[in-house]
């Protein structure tokens, strides 16, 4: 089953200094943190805070083909997490026909942005993520998740590179 999300606000790992995209559940109160490449989070950022840029990005690019080619995003789907790394799929729509793209989750987010489609991560992909989270040591995740669940608005503000 799926769970529609939103972009809830983009950060920095205080521990990595990566940058984190949150995810939360419309209709609850989960939260997904995914660990993303500074390229892929500008590229996120820019169009969260509306940003144009003098040349088309390689997203706005993607956008630009898609709607020539009158080709629309059905939905993108955070399918699967494998080795503490997220999949997901970008559901295409042209003639009435889906088809689905493999993708980091990244681009599909970027993309989703971009063309305002919805955004949904599978509920085993929740689970696991708390499961994982829960024995990876690659930071403390405790801390850490008790840090994300107590975020608010001035916390999730404007993403600085």
Avoid: Q
């Amino acid at each position: 089953m799926e769970v529609e999300m939103k972009i809830r606000g983009l950060m920095m790992d205080p521990v990595t200094n990566m940058p984190i995209v949150i995810l939360k559940d419309v209709n609850g109160n989960a939260l997904l943190p995914i660990w993303v490449g500074i390229y892929e989070a500008n590229a996120i950022a820019l169009e969260i805070e509306k940003v144009s840029t003098p040349r088309p990005m390689t997203h706005d690019l993607i956008k630009s083909l898609l709607l020539g080619l009158s080709t629309g995003i059905r939905k993108v789907v955070v399918n699967e997490l494998k080795d503490d790394t997220f999949y997901a799929l970008i559901w295409l729509e042209r003639n009435g026909e889906l088809i689905s793209i493999d993708s980091r989750p990244s681009d599909a987010l970027a993309l989703a942005l971009r063309l305002d489609c919805p955004i949904y991560v599978e509920e085993e992909v929740l689970k696991s993520s708390k499961l994982s989270g829960a024995v990876s040591d690659k930071v403390n995740n405790e801390e850490l998740r008790k840090w994300l669940e107590n975020l608010n608005d001035e916390d999730l503000g404007r993403y600085k590179m």
